[in-house]
T-cell receptor, first 116, second 112 residues
Framework: AQKITQTQPGMFVQEKEAVTLDCTYD???????LFWYKQPSSGEMIFLIY??????QNATEGRYSLNFQKARKSANLVISASQLGDSAMYFC?????????????FGSGTKLNVKP | EAQVTQNPRYLITVTGKKLTVTCSQN?????MSWYRQDPGLGLRQIYY???????DKGDVPEGYKVSRKEKRNFPLILESPSPNQTSLYFC???????????FGSGTQLSVL
């Protein structure tokens, strides 16, 4: 079974608008962490935001926020006020308690295109 | 500057010719790991290491070897590469297993 599912292979958003990238996860462990990474066309992987399973509040980092819905097992990334530089591939990832948090699972990614 | 350094950036080789991709980090991280990225599949973990001389398999370890003789280095070895190992490879490190990953710049490998 897929540990991380990203159902949107590609998305378009108008510059300055907000966009939500979907991510659902599968784990039976009570303790886990969720991550989002950005991969621009240059190829590097850039850490964006982290949410722990016990965190009471949704994580925020500047224009990025994580909409964490534990019961639904979803961890959607919200980018507010999109910029042209946000055009990139976005990956959702998880590590859980099994294997002592040493295994990381990534989704297949969502390619975001920001239109001027 | 804190970084994870991978070399080479690009590599073209032929089937069966042993190769090594090097990875080094200067952050004194205990945890290091290797991933391959393929279109439509995202990143998949090949191997990881919790500390010196401690390594374990990820989800796609077949055809790969690793070693961790020093804390800073974690090379990926393909003893007999095959075309299905053509991929983009990333090395990453973190302070411990649960922390966020710092990635190298990637190695694009083509096996002919």
């Amino acid at each position: 079974a897929q540990k991380i599912t990203q159902t949107q292979p590609g998305m378009f958003v108008q510059e300055k608008e907000a966009v939500t990238l979907d991510c659902t996860y599968d784990t039976s462990d009570p303790s886990y962490g969720l991550f989002w990474y950005k991969q621009p066309s240059s190829g590097e992987m850039i850490f964006l935001i982290y949410q722990g399973s016990y965190d009471q509040q949704n994580a925020t980092e500047g224009r990025y926020s994580l909409n964490f819905q534990k019961a639904r097992k979803s961890a959607n990334l919200v980018i507010s006020a999109s910029q042209l530089g946000d055009s990139a591939m976005y990956f959702c990832a998880m590590r859980d308690q099994k294997y002592n948090f040493n295994k990381f699972y990534f989704g297949s990614g969502t390619k975001l295109n920001v239109k001027p | 500057e804190a970084q994870v350094t991978q070399n080479p950036r690009y590599l073209i080789t032929v089937t069966g010719k042993k190769l090594t991709v090097t990875c080094s980090q200067n952050m004194n991280h205990e945890y290091m790991s290797w991933y391959r990225q393929d279109p439509g599949l995202g990143l998949r973990q090949i191997y990881y290491s919790m500390n010196v001389e401690v390594t374990d398999k990820g989800d796609v370890p077949e055809g790969y070897k690793v070693s961790r003789k020093e804390k800073r280095n974690f090379p990926l070895i393909l003893e007999s590469p095959s075309p299905n190992q053509t991929s983009l490879y990333f090395c990453a490190s973190s302070l411990s297993g649960g922390e966020k990953l710092f990635f190298g710049s990637g190695t694009q490998l083509s096996v002919l």
